[in-house]
């Protein structure tokens, strides 16, 4: 088994190192997807064979509760910007200076072009080939530990294949959201009617930083490095070191070019500025290093950004045109949502006719009057907004726009809570978009999948005065669908049967179709999972909902909140005596062994080779028992990393065994 392992462990790996080397595989995906899914298998058969940097780590899975926060060897510096070309030609004159004239008598100066791109810093560990540690750049001294996440990044290697590897090195580059499943992650939001991401570089951090490994697989970052550092390296210039770097099977971008003058630069910026919109990630600036790792020495760094290199930014494209005027929306949380709409203009290849305004704040930001002439921009952001406002071209007496200060919907007065920047109308349970926004969440294909059911079928029986909440659903008779204007036989059978189909929809995702707020669908998958039913969801206290596995303050506030209603209360009872799932369905969990029976145990902490589920599953089915708190009859602690203090003070004090997981896999 371990030889079968170790087998399909180096072909996978070899197989991704030749896609990002050369764009092209001996195997199809699917015949890769058949190694991958053998090797799974055999390794949640065998975790003890299981190597660190197996392939399948790229799937994802682990729970990181707390990033470490770990030093850097080398400081992540940043680069000091330009913006013209002048200040381009600046920079040649300014090193040029400082160089002794016997190093630009004996060297020759070239330039290597890259793009900027419009990511997160990272650096990577290669100990002996293997990838040891990712880290984010942090403040430049210190970085969090992010390892597990970045393993899901396909294009980052975690074992390299080749020769002469150096024993230790550090590759920095940058990850990035492809614009294209930044695009599909938004239109999952959309579709929710949750908040968009604004971009996709703050989406790509944010991502990053998931406790949950899956998640981040699944959402699709990648990776572009450019810059490799070690001790005692053979390369002499930048050049050589990233053709190494594609060699071993990093991702380079195949945009760089070596420049020999300062002039060939300008031209290379020049050709990207356009050139880089067709990319399929964001940049905002090409960086220029001097090549040769001698001159780089000679010139050295400050305490922010090496002498040897600049960036040159983009200027974001902007446009004027007139706003013509603001419109408030309220979503399905009752935040009022200002939006502009002005007249059409083209503006990075698409036409522009509304930009959102955000909040209040910014709308006395820019200090917005009816017919003002407004610049547009579209940086990194997908919704174009409005930068700023040519005053002098402002109509006299042009009245200033105000907020609203009563819902334009149900007519009640707003309200801001001091912590939070949006107005809300807090009329949920009577603001017809509010209610409409709530049934519409709970028949979402995420949520309920309710087949013949849309939301424009939603707002008719809404006005036909059919139903109120959700659970009014469950009551439509087939005449009253009948009886609304889209509505023929089969349509009307046709929703009925989705109606009755949807009762055995899994707990979850009855959990996120009730629309509480914050607990969007992996909220909802976590909190089903830890809380196994709505009662104990419904009984759970603060601590113990904060004390849940990506569940933080927010989130629990909200969860109480929602149960205090009573009318929620009374919700769930209705949509109980209709059939609907409140529990999630217990797996069986099939017996392996008895070498564990009449032991306890408790788990604290998170692991590298299983998730703390499968670790629970994996005790019960060789016979052992999980308790829930450590005491003087419990026979062992599993220890991951991160595990609090207290357990292990406790444990330490009542002479309870203390293991790591790997000794844990001895005991079976
Ligand atoms: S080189 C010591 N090359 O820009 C120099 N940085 O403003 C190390 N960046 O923190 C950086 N594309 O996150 C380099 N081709 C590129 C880059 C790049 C984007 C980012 C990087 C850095 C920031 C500096």
Same mark, same amino acid.
């Given at each position: ?24 595989? %001996? ?32 799937? $994802?899975?682990t729970i990181t509760k707390n990033f470490k926060n770990v030093n850097h060897r080398y400081p992540m510096l940043s680069l000091s910007n330009t913006y013209s070309k002048d200040e381009l030609f600046d920079w040649e004159n300014k090193f040029i200076k400082l160089l002794p004239t016997s190093v630009l008598e004996n060297h020759k100066i070239s330039f290597f072009c890259e793009q900027k791109f419009d990511g997160v810093a990272i650096s990577l560990i290669y100990e002996n080939g293997q990838l040891k540690q990712a880290i984010t750049r942090g403040d430049g001294q210190k970085g969090d530990d992010i390892t597990a996440n970045a ?14 590897? =150096? ?10 959201? =492809? ?81 020999? /003058? ?19 990630? @964001?940049?905002?600036?090409?960086? #220029? ?48 949502? =200002? ?42 952001? #997908?919704? =174009? ?13 042009? +009245? ?7 819902? &334009? %919907? ?21 603001? +017809?978009?509010?209610?409409? $926004? ?11 999948? #309710? ?25 439509? /008779?087939?005449?009253? &669908? ?23 929809? +899994? ?13 969007? /669908? ?17 009984? @759970? ?44 369905? %217990? ?18 902490g998170t692991f590298n080779t299983f998730s703390r589920e499968e670790l629970q599953d994996k005790i019960v089915a060789n016979g052992g028992k999980i308790l829930s708190g450590v005491s003087g009859k419990l026979n062992y602690l599993v220890a991951g990393e991160n595990m609090g203090p207290s357990k292990l003070e406790k444990a330490n004090k009542l002479g309870v065994k203390i293991i790591s997981e790997s000794e844990f896999l001895l005991l079976l």
């Open positions: 088994m371990k030889e079968r392992i170790d087998f399909l462990s180096q072909k996978l790996h070899f197989l991704n190192a030749q896609y990002y080397q050369n764009s092209k595989s %001996e195997v199809t995906d699917y015949q890769f997807d058949l190694l991958l899914k053998e090797l799974q298998l055999l390794e949640t058969q065998f975790p003890e064979l299981k190597n660190p940097n197996s392939p399948t780590e790229r799937v $994802g899975g393993k899901t990044i396909s294009s980052i290697p975690l074992v390299i294949i080749g020769d002469n590897i =150096p024993p230790y090195f550090e590759v920095r580059g940058e990850v990035y959201f =492809p614009l294209a499943n930044f695009e599909k992650l938004n239109k999952e939001q959309e579709e929710l009617g949750e908040q968009l991401y604004a971009n996709p570089r703050n989406t790509a951090s944010g991502t990053l930083k998931l406790q949950d490994s899956a998640e981040v697989a699944r959402r699709g970052l990648d990776c572009f490095m450019y810059y490799l550092l070690g001790e005692n390296l053979p390369f002499i210039s930048h050049e050589e070191s990233m053709k190494q770097l594609e060699k071993w099977g990093f991702q380079v971008s195949n945009t760089y070019q070596k420049c020999e /003058s300062i002039e060939q630069v300008w031209n290379y910026i020049e050709i990207w500025e356009t050139k880089r919109l067709n990319l399929p990630l @964001a940049t905002d600036g090409i960086v #220029i290093k001097i090549d040769d790792f001698f001159i780089q020495s000679e010139l050295g760094l400050t305490s922010k950004s090496p002498r040897w290199a600049i960036a040159f930014k983009f200027k974001a494209e902007s446009v004027a045109t007139i706003l013509e005027k603001v419109t408030f929306q309220v979503g399905r949380t009752g935040a009022i949502t =200002p939006v502009a709409n002005m007249k059409p203009v083209l503006l990075a290849g698409t036409t522009i006719k509304r930009a959102t305004l955000h909040n209040e704040d910014e709308i006395l930001r820019l200090d917005l009057h009816e017919g003002d002439t407004v610049f547009v921009e579209k940086g990194g952001e #997908i919704i =174009p907004k409005i930068t700023s406002v040519d005053i002098s071209k402002r109509v006299f007496n042009s +009245p200033k726009i105000l907020f609203i200060k009563k819902c &334009l %919907e149900c007519g009640t007065e707003l309200e801001r809570k001091p912590e939070e920047s949006a107005w809300f109308c807090p009329n949920e349970k009577g603001c +017809p978009p509010q209610i409409k $926004g709530r049934i519409a969440h709970f028949i979402h294909r995420k949520a309920m999948n #309710i087949d013949g059911l849309g939301e424009e079928t939603v707002d008719s029986l809404f006005e036909a005065g059919l139903i109120k909440t959700y659970a009014d659903l469950y009551e439509l /008779s087939f005449n009253q &669908l009948l009886s609304l204007e889209r509505f023929a036989e089969k349509s009307a059978q046709n929703a009925i049967d989705g109606l009755k189909k949807s009762v055995e929809i +899994p707990f979850e995702k009855v959990l996120f179709g009730l629309g509480i707020k914050f607990v969007g /669908s992996t909220v909802a998958d976590k909190l089903a999972k830890n809380f196994k039913n709505i009662e104990n969801l419904q009984n @759970a206290s603060l601590e113990e909902l904060v004390s849940t596995p990506e569940i933080g303050e927010k989130i629990a506030l909200s969860v109480r909140a929602w149960f205090s209603d009573l009318e929620n209360i009374h919700l769930i009872e209705k949509l109980k005596s209709f059939g609907l799932q409140f529990k999630i369905e %217990e797996k069986e969990i099939t017996n392996e062994s008895e070498v564990l029976k009449g032991l306890t145990f408790v788990i604290s």
